[in-house]
């Protein structure tokens, strides 16, 4: 069992910056691909960006491709996910995942959820 838990999230005027951070517990964090995930109001839960268990290798979606950048610590056990130029259009909870190194890279699935943290970006 992997526990998640993301902290950074606040309220930042549009065009401003914020560094999410998922806090990883139980098991290696070394083991497992990192995931970033996003949903807004009404709206299905998307892909943000992810990253390889070794670092690396990384998957972005369009919408936030030069604007939003993951990176982990392994020996740290923590993930993080750097947002710039945010806009309106960014506001939602966000969810760091995990998921094992045998579902490769990126991963179909996630198996570990953090409880998520709220970022609103307003203009």
């Known amino acids: 069992q992997v526990q998640l838990v993301e902290s950074g999230g606040g309220l930042v005027q549009a065009g401003g910056s914020l560094r999410l951070s998922c806090a990883a517990s139980?098991?290696?964090?070394?083991?497992?691909?990192l995931g970033w995930f996003r949903q807004a109001p009404g709206k299905e839960r998307e892909f943000v960006a992810a990253?390889?268990?070794?670092?690396?290798?990384?998957s972005y979606a369009d919408s936030v491709k030069g604007r939003f950048s993951i990176s982990r610590d392994n020996d740290k056990n923590t993930g993080y996910l750097q947002m710039n130029s945010l806009n309106v259009e960014d506001t939602a909870i966000y969810y760091c995942?995990?998921?094992?190194?045998?579902?490769?890279?990126?991963?179909?699935?996630?198996?570990?959820w953090g409880q998520g943290t709220q970022v609103t970006v307003s203009l």
């Open positions: 139980g098991r290696p964090f070394k083991n497992y691909s």
């Open positions: 990253m390889r268990w070794t670092g690396g290798i990384t």
């Open positions: 995942a995990a998921v094992g190194i045998l579902y490769g890279f990126p991963p179909g699935k996630y198996d570990y």
